[in-house]
């Protein structure tokens, strides 16, 4: 990873300073202004030895850069799916 180069991320979490987090490569960036859960254009504007930072520059395509290998992209796919049974559910066990 090189300052300036350009990736489409998902924002996977929120940063204690209120950054989003994403991974690229298994290496974390940074991304200021970001949200949990948008997909964008970045751009590497600093990298250091264990994460890098980088500015929202567009939106992005939908499919994020090469994040790890956990489940691949058909993973991805059917995580994003959820019926509303389920999200019940969740919402009841984060009440409990």
């Known amino acids: 990873m090189k300052e300036g180069q350009e990736y489409d991320v998902e924002i996977i979490d929120v940063a204690a300073k209120g950054d989003g987090i994403a991974k690229v490569e298994n290496f974390v960036v940074f991304v200021a202004g970001a949200r949990k859960g948008e997909n964008v254009r970045i751009r590497i504007s600093e990298v250091r030895q264990r994460f890098a930072t ?6 992005g395509t939908g499919a994020p850069a090469s994040t790890s290998n956990e489940g691949g992209a058909a993973a991805a796919e059917t995580d994003d799916v959820q019926s509303d049974e389920d999200t019940d559910d969740a919402e009841d066990d984060a009440q409990a």
């Open 54 to 59: 980088g500015e929202v520059i567009g939106a």
